[in-house]
């Protein structure tokens, strides 16, 4: 995030701020907090929790409606349960999109903090990388 500003645009921002009452402490603290924050979002809204939850509800419900099928709506799909199949596959799909979720959980957002922030000399501009 602070990556996206030359040197001098967080310079005049952090002066800003400093006239503004803020000290560098509190901006840390502040960005800390709004990373966190983000961090826990992006951990809520993992896609694989999304699909693998959605696929284990609605494979119990295609499962249960597959036992509960009569022998008329098997003989309709040629002598194949196929809500029960069906269910079954989406409920192992599920659990597996939740035990991958589990095991492979995503990786914590690690802040980069400026060097102002650690007490170093800013190392000036940098290059692009492009080249340019």
Known sequence: MSEQFEPSERAEAAERLRRAGYSEADLQREVTELEEKSATAARIFDLRRIIG???????????????????????????????????????????????????????????????EALGGESPGPRESPRGE
């Open 53 to 115: 939850g959605l696929f284990v509800v609605y494979g119990v419900i295609v499962t249960i409606a597959g036992i509960t099928d009569s022998d008329a709506e098997i003989d309709k799909a040629q002598g194949i349960n196929i809500n029960l199949w069906t269910g079954l596959a989406m409920l192992g799909l599920g659990i597996f999109f939740l035990a991958w979720l589990k095991l492979r959980p995503t990786a914590p957002v690690t802040p980069t903090l400026p060097p």
